[in-house]
C-alpha cells in the first residue's frame, strides 16, 4: 500500500536505479550493443532494431518509475512497453541462433541451469563486463535469451503489483480528491470553538459582573 508523504499527497518515487531489473536492463542493452557489433554485418538493419529493442526496455522501466508519482495508469503502460521491447529483442536472438544452426541452451542442455544461476548471482552483475568480450556469439545470444527471460518474468510481476497498487489507492486525481478532503476536514476541525473557551469566558464576566459598581 502507498503511503503519503506528509508534505504533500504525491508518492516519493523515481528510483529506478535500484531496481534489480532496471540494472538487468542495462546489461542487456549493453550486451546487445557488443553482439551486434561483432557479430552482425555493418548495414544491416536488424542492428538497429536490436539495440532500440534493448534501450527501450531500459529507457521505459526508467520513464515509468519516473512518472509513478504523478499518473499510476503511465507507470504501468510504460513498463508493459518495457516487457515488449524486450520480448520482441528476445525473438531476434532465437532467429540467430536458429538460422544458423546455433543451439539454443534449454532444459536438459549441460550449460543451462548454470547459466541461470550465474545470471541471478551478485557476482555476475558486476564481473559481466569482464565477460563479454570473451564470449562466442552462441554464448552471447544464450546469455541474453536467460537475461530476457528472467527480466521480463520480473517485469509481469512488477505489473502485477502495480495494478494492484491502482486498485488500492486509484490515480493522481483520486489521491488529489482524497488530500483535499483531507485538508478541508483538519481546516474545519481547527476553526470549530472550544467549548471550554467559552465556558472560561463565561465564568469570567459572570464573577466581572457580580462586582459593586
Known amino acids: 500500500m502507498t503511503i503519503m508523504p506528509e508534505n504533500g499527497f504525491l508518492p516519493s518515487r523515481g528510483g529506478y536505479r535500484k531496481l534489480r531489473v532496471y540494472k538487468m536492463a542495462e546489461i542487456i542493452y549493453d550486451l546487445t550493443y557488443e553482439f551486434t557489433n561483432r ?7 536488424t542492428i538497429d532494431q536490436m539495440v ?18 504523478t499518473s499510476t495508469e503511465t507507470e504501468i503502460k510504460l513498463t508493459n512497453v518495457a516487457k515488449a521491447s524486450l520480448e520482441e529483442l528476445l525473438i531476434d536472438y ?7 544452426h546455433l543451439a539454443q541452451w534449454g532444459v ?12 541471478r548471482s551478485e557476482p555476475f552483475m558486476t564481473d559481466y563486463r569482464t565477460l563479454l568480450p ?12 536467460t537475461l530476457i527471460n528472467q527480466a521480463t518474468y520480473m517485469l509481469a510481476r512488477l505489473i502485477k503489483r502495480q495494478e494492484q497498487m491502482f486498485i488500492e489507492n486509484g490515480g493522481i486525481r483520486e489521491q488529489m480528491t482524497r488530500a483535499r478532503l483531507a485538508y478541508r476536514a483538519g481546516q474545519c ?15 469570567g464576566s459572570d464573577k466581572s459582573d457580580s462586582h459593586p459598581r
Open 39 to 45: 557479430y552482425l554485418l555493418r548495414g544491416d538493419r
Open 134 to 145: 570473451r564470449m562466442n556469439a552462441e554464448e552471447l545470444c544464450n546469455m541474453a535469451l
Open 94 to 100: 532465437e532467429d540467430y541462433l536458429r538460422v544458423r
Open 52 to 69: 532500440q529493442a534493448a534501450r527501450s526496455g531500459k529507457q521505459n522501466i526508467a520513464e515509468g518509475s519516473k512518472a509513478s508519482s
Open 108 to 119: 536438459g542442455h549441460p550449460r543451462y541451469e548454470r547459466l541461470r544461476e550465474y545470471c
Open 189 to 203: 476541525g481547527t476553526n470549530r470553538s472550544d467549548p471550554s473557551d467559552l465556558s472560561d469566558k463565561s465564568d
